[in-house]
């Protein structure tokens, strides 16, 4: 009987080191996916600005453009990578100089609902709020939303700042 006590003790610990390190790999394949994906986007958008004389489609809030699709692969478009988020266009104009700002956002909260909001469980998002994203700057001063300074809490994979 010790025995068997000993052996499911044993099996128990070793579940748990396997659980914390399956965890710690579905974070980093989390933000693998998402880079990956930010980055067909924003290549999918350079052809469509191509074809479309070199303008980029309207901004689509927590949305792709239409027409973007004929430019993509096969996937669940617009669903993020983590669990609640989504693919956001963003094509605005900044407010301090009146430069373009183009830049392919991952969101996490459904609009006009702060209460769901799914942040990933990351050192780098710990400060999060409605307005923060992870995203993909193609060009411009990109930030986490228009309506906050260039600082507010994000992630930016092209950046140089992470």
């Not at 009987?1 to 710690?24: F, H, Q, T, W």
Request: proline fraction near 9%; aromatic fraction near 12%.
């Amino acid at each position: 009987m010790i025995e068997l006590l000993v052996v499911i003790a044993i099996i128990g610990i070793l579940s748990g080191i396997v659980l914390v390190s399956l965890n710690g790999s579905r974070k980093k394949a989390y933000l693998a996916r998402a880079q990956e994906e930010t980055q067909e986007l924003a290549k999918a958008l350079a052809f469509y600005a191509f074809d479309s004389g070199g303008e980029y489609p309207p901004d689509a809030n927590r949305d792709l453009p239409p027409g973007l699709e004929d430019y993509l692969g096969a996937g669940d478009w617009p669903d993020g990578p983590w669990p609640g988020s989504v693919y956001d266009w963003d094509n605005w104009v900044d407010p301090d100089d009146g430069s373009p700002i183009y830049q392919v956002s991952i969101r996490f909260c459904q609009i006009g609902n702060p209460g769901s909001c799914q942040f990933p469980n990351e050192p780098w998002a710990a400060d999060f709020d409605v307005n923060s994203a992870v995203y993909l700057c193609i060009e411009g001063s990109c930030r986490s939303h228009l309506s906050e300074p260039i600082d507010h809490p994000g992630y930016c994979f092209n950046c140089g700042d992470n």
